[in-house]
């Protein structure tokens, strides 16, 4: 936590916001990755276009702030490919399992007031704080 900067969190939580508000009230969609990038493989040829330049901001908002900056993002991360893998595949499974991904249910279910939504966010903020407290001792950390 010495890292954290509670004035571009809070910019880039409104900026969240406000990309979740503007979708749905411009296209009537919530703004839930999962469901996104599925479409973009499943969803008929006419609601794929859209869904594409979604994921290519996410995908190439990182580069974009390096070239504009020079700043890179610093970031450490202690896993190996197999570890990066298995845990894709899980989030993969617990999206399918969930009818939704943690941006779905917890920045647009949460603000519609989705019972669904909020199960789903107390269970998965539960489960992530039960690995924490699991496995950090197991591997330290």
Request: net charge positive.
């Amino acid at each position: 936590m010495e890292n954290f900067t509670p004035l571009s969190a809070s910019i880039g939580g409104a900026l969240i916001g406000v990309s979740a508000v503007l979708l749905m009230a411009l296209h009537g969609r919530i703004a839930g990755i999962s469901g996104l990038f599925s479409g973009m493989v499943f969803a008929d040829r006419g609601d794929r276009t859209w869904r594409v330049f979604f994921v290519a901001g996410l995908v190439l908002a990182a580069p974009a702030w390096l070239a504009a900056s020079g700043q890179g993002i610093a970031f450490d991360l202690d896993a190996g490919w197999p570890l990066i893998v298995a845990g894709g595949l899980l989030v993969g499974f617990g999206t399918r399992l969930g009818s939704g991904c943690t941006s779905g249910h917890g920045v647009c279910g949460l603000s519609r007031l989705s019972s669904r939504s909020m199960v789903s966010v107390a269970l998965f903020m539960g489960a992530g704080m039960a690995t924490v407290a699991l496995v950090k001792p197991l591997f330290g950390g």
